[in-house]
């Protein structure tokens, strides 16, 4: 695959991801769902614990959902939505794939903060 191509495949999801998070309730629903994986909220829910009218809801989870961000599945009359933490991985990987040049003491801090969130689970040695 041509490398250009590849970067702005990569180049434009990072826009879209980026662009759909700039908003406040976006924002909010995104970082609400990562922190309910892999349960997942159905859509009617999320309006009611972030106080957003449900029709304005809908909207926020469709642009959420153009940019990659959340998918929807349906489980009877509702749509249970999930954050696409595939998707925001790639994004992340994208932002900060040369960070260090070489310096690998410039990401430690960096890494530092983010492993807390999901201490990586040991391995038996048999």
Do not use: W
Request: glycine residues 6%.
């Amino acid at each position: 695959m041509n490398i250009g191509k590849t970067r702005y495949m990569e180049s434009s999801l990072a826009i879209a991801c980026l662009s759909a998070l700039a908003q406040p309730t976006r924002l909010e629903t995104f970082r609400l769902l990562v922190g309910r994986e892999p349960d997942g909220i159905p859509a009617g829910e999320i309006a009611r614990l972030l106080e957003v009218p449900q029709n304005t809801m809908s909207t926020h989870l469709a642009v959420l959902a153009r940019a990659g961000l959340v998918r929807g599945d349906r489980q009877s009359r509702s749509i249970v939505y999930h954050a696409d933490l595939e998707c925001f991985r790639k994004v992340m990987l994208f932002l900060v794939k040369d960070c260090c040049n070489g310096a690998p003491d410039l990401c430690e801090p960096l890494l530092a903060d983010l492993l807390p969130c999901c201490p990586a689970k040991e391995t038996s040695r048999v």
